[in-house]
C-alpha cells in the first residue's frame, strides 16, 4: 500500500505513521524527489484496514496496490525515476548511449574503442570482463585485469562504465571499478544475485532474461529495490520466440508497456536483441523513437576477430553514422541526444 501525506504534514507526522506501520510489520520505504512525501509499505498481509492509517494525523490518502511488483510500480511513484551518476542522468529527457565491445579483450582494443564511442557521443563504456557463455570451452573474459583495463580507457576518455556481474562473489570487486553493474539476461532470475544487488549503492542494469515475461522483468526489479537499492534500470535485450533469422525477438513494444507499468528508466539493447549486424541500426532507431530512455550497443573496431559477438558488433563507422541517425530521432520527439 501506499500512504500519501499532506503537502504539509510535518516530520513528526511521518515518522508516527513510519513508526506504527513498522509496529504493524511492514516493511518501509520512502518515495524521493516528489512535492510531498510518500510512504511505501510493504507486507504479505491482504487482511488489514486501511483505514486505520487514513486516520492518522497528516495522512492525505491511502492507496493499495495491486501489482505483485510494487516498489517498481507507478502506482508507489508516479514520476519518472531519473538516475543520476556523475553528469549523466538516465530515465529523464535525454537518450543516454552505453557502447563499446562485447567483451575486455586487451589494454589497446578497449582503448581504441572507447576513443571511437565517445567521439560519436557514448556517455557509458560497455565491456564484459566476467562473461556468461554458452560453452566453458568459449572465452570467459579477462576478469580484474580486463575490469582495470576497462576503468582506465573510460577514464581517459570521460565514459562511464557498465559491466556485468555473474555471481555474488564479484561484489566488491566490480563496485571497484564500475559505475553501473550489469545483470545479464541469464542471470535475471538470480535471486540471490539481486538481493545482493539491493544491499549496494550503485545503479543495476537489469536485462530482461530471455524467457522472461514483462512481469517477471519487473518483479527481478522489485527483489533489488526491496533490498533498498532504487536505482534500477530495464533493458529489453530480445527474448527467444520461434523466429530463427534472428537470435533474439527485440520487443520493441516492451518500452511502452514498461513505461506505462513503472518509473524505471527503461533502455534497448539492439546488440543482443537482433544478434545480426546490418539489424542493430534499424531496432536502435526504432527503440529511440519508442521512446527509450537510452541504448547499449557493441562496437569493435575489429569485429571478425572479435574473442565474441563479432557477428552483431557494429564497426566504429557505422555506430558514429547511427548515433547521428538517433539523434534526429530523439530530436523529433522532444528529447536530447
Ligand atoms: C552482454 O551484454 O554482452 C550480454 C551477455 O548480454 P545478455 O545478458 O543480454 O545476453
Ligand atoms: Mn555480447
Not at 235 to 250: D, H, L, Q, S
Request: proline share 3%.
Amino acid at each position: 500500500m501506499v500512504i500519501v501525506m499532506n503537502k504539509n504534514a510535518t516530520q513528526a507526522e511521518i515518522e508516527n505513521v513510519v513508526a506504527t506501520l513498522i509496529d504493524k510489520n511492514f516493511d518501509v520505504h520512502r518515495s524521493t524527489g516528489i512535492s510531498r512525501t510518500v510512504i511505501g509499505a510493504i507486507g504479505d498481509k491482504q487482511a488489514f484496514d486501511e483505514r486505520e492509517f487514513l486516520v492518522l494525523d497528516g495522512v492525505s490518502e491511502v492507496v493499495r496496490i495491486t501489482e505483485p511488483y510494487k516498489l517498481a510500480s507507478r502506482t508507489f511513484q508516479q514520476e519518472d525515476t531519473i538516475i543520476k551518476i556523475k553528469d549523466v542522468q538516465i530515465g529523464g529527457d535525454e537518450v543516454v548511449v552505453m557502447a563499446g565491445p562485447c567483451a575486455v579483450e586487451s589494454a589497446t582494443q578497449i582503448e581504441t574503442i572507447a576513443a571511437e564511442v565517445k567521439k560519436a557521443g557514448a556517455k557509458i563504456l560497455r565491456g564484459g570482463a566476467f562473461k556468461p557463455r554458452t560453452s566453458p570451452y568459449s572465452f570467459q573474459g579477462l576478469g580484474e585485469e580486463g575490469l582495470q583495463q576497462m576503468r582506465s580507457a573510460a577514464d581517459k576518455n570521460d565514459l562511464l562504465v557498465v559491466s556485468e556481474i555473474m555471481d555474488r562473489s564479484q561484489v566488491k570487486i566490480m563496485v571497484k571499478y564500475c559505475d553501473i553493474l550489469q545483470v545479464g539476461a541469464r542471470n535475471m532470475q538470480n535471486f540471490d544475485l539481486l538481493k545482493s544487488l539491493g544491499k549496494i549503492a550503485k545503479p543495476i542494469l537489469l536485462k530482461r532474461g530471455m524467457s522472461a515475461t514483462i512481469e517477471e522483468t519487473l518483479m527481478s526489479a522489485e527483489y533489488i529495490m526491496s533490498g533498498g537499492n532504487y536505482q534500477v534500470i530495464i533493458c529489453e535485450r530480445g527474448i527467444r520466440t520461434f523466429e530463427k533469422y534472428t537470435r533474439n525477438t527485440m520487443d520493441i513494444s516492451s518500452i511502452p508497456v514498461i513505461q506505462k507499468l513503472s518509473h524505471l528508466p527503461i533502455i534497448a539493447d539492439p546488440s543482443h536483441g537482433t544478434g545480426i549486424r546490418n539489424k542493430v541500426a534499424p531496432m536502435a532507431r526504432a527503440a529511440v523513437a519508442a521512446g527509450a530512455h537510452g541504448l547499449q550497443i557493441e562496437v569493435h573496431n575489429d569485429p571478425d576477430h572479435a574473442a565474441s559477438d563479432g557477428a552483431q558488433s557494429l564497426y566504429p563507422e557505422q555506430f558514429a553514422h547511427l548515433m547521428k541517425e538517433c539523434r534526429l530521432i530523439a530530436n523529433a520527439i522532444g528529447k536530447k541526444m
